[in-house]
C-alpha cells in the first residue's frame, strides 16, 4: 500500500520559513515526478514545486527564489524549504508522485500570519 506522509507544517509570521517533508512508503520515489501542491478554501489548487529524476526542478511563479523542492532518495523522501513566507502562502500542502498512477499525501496545514 502506498502511502505518503507529510509533516512540517505550522503557523509562522510573514518573513518565516518551514520545511515540509513527504515521506513515502510502498514506493520508490527514486525514479518518479514528485511535487507539491496547495490549496485554500474556495480557490484552486495550485502546482507550488515539482522535481523530476535528475533532480530537475520547475515552480510557480509566486514561490520562485523563495521556496526550494529537493529529494532525499536513500530516505524517500521529498522536501519543501519555504522562505520569506508570505501571509498568501496560507494553505494546505499537499505532497504528490506519479507511478504511473497518481498518489497523495493527506495534507499539512501552512498559516502564515502576524
Known amino acids: 500500500q502506498v502511502q505518503l506522509v507529510e509533516s512540517g507544517g505550522g503557523s509562522v509570521h510573514p518573513g518565516g520559513s518551514l520545511r515540509l517533508s513527504c515521506a513515502a512508503s510502498?514506493?520508490?520515489?527514486?525514479?518518479?515526478?514528485m511535487g507539491w501542491y496547495r490549496q485554500t478554501p474556495g480557490k484552486q489548487r495550485e502546482l507550488v514545486a515539482t522535481?523530476?529524476?535528475?533532480?530537475?526542478?520547475n515552480y510557480a511563479d509566486s514561490v520562485k527564489s523563495r521556496f526550494i523542492i529537493s529529494r532525499d532518495n536513500d530516505k524517500n523522501t521529498v522536501y519543501l524549504q519555504m522562505n520569506s513566507l508570505k501571509p498568501e502562502d496560507t494553505a494546505r500542502y499537499y505532497c504528490?508522485?506519479?507511478?504511473?498512477?497518481?498518489?497523495w499525501g493527506q495534507g499539512t496545514q501552512v498559516t502564515v500570519s502576524s
Open positions: 522535481v523530476r529524476p535528475g533532480d530537475y526542478t
Open positions: 504528490y508522485t506519479v507511478d504511473p498512477d497518481t498518489y
Open positions: 510502498g514506493i520508490s520515489l527514486r525514479d518518479n515526478v
